[in-house]
């Protein structure tokens, strides 16, 4: 498929920017002299670009902040999925707005970190089966779907190990275990 032929212009930009190109291994076939180049305009030098510096790059951690859910032995998470563990403290957050469940949560958290309590059951309520949810109904579950956020960003993300959905003896799907971490001081 045959290329388009370049403009006067552009042979004479190739042939300036051909000039000091030397073969990488010598050509099998010489091809015929090239016509004599003529003389170029001086094109302007080219303006120099400053470099661009880097973003500094973040100093690695050496220990990865905690994310609930990913720091329980297999003996903690058979024990609650078997309902065998029983909850030292409960906060249960029916009837409260979004706002109110939120500071119920934090505060209840602090207390149960503040006793040393490692497992708190925490009570949403279930959210409607789509089937009884008519258009006049109220929504709910809205408290349970920010659970995760809550607590993901909460002040005390650190010192959660792990959240995992309630054994039927305990709320089944309506609750969640919230797992604290072992108070280390002391």
């Not at 999925?81 to 500071?103: C, N, W």
């Not at 149960?112 to 009884?132: C, E, F, K, N, S």
Request: aromatic share 2%.
């Amino acid at each position: 498929m045959p290329g388009r032929r370049l403009d006067p212009e552009e042979q004479a930009l190739w042939r300036r920017v051909t000039e000091n190109v030397r073969p990488l291994s010598p050509p099998r076939m010489r091809r015929a002299a090239a016509a004599p180049a003529a003389t170029l305009p001086d094109l302007p030098a080219p303006v120099p670009v400053p470099a661009k510096r880097a973003a500094p790059v973040p100093p690695r951690l050496t220990a990865r902040p905690a994310v609930p859910g990913d720091t329980l032995d297999g003996g903690w998470d058979r024990r609650l999925s078997k309902g065998l563990i029983a909850p030292e403290r409960t906060i249960d957050l029916h009837g409260h707005t979004l706002a109110s469940a939120h500071a119920a949560l934090d505060h209840a958290l602090e207390r149960a970190i503040a006793d040393g309590a490692r497992l708190v059951l925490l009570i949403t309520g279930r959210p409607p089966r789509p089937d009884h949810a008519g258009e006049g109904a109220p929504r709910r579950g809205a408290i349970r779907a920010a659970i995760g956020d809550w607590i993901g960003g909460s002040r005390h993300a650190a010192r959660i190990a792990a959240v995992r959905n309630a054994h039927p003896r305990h709320g089944g799907g309506g609750a969640l275990y919230v797992v604290l971490r072992r108070n280390r001081t002391g």
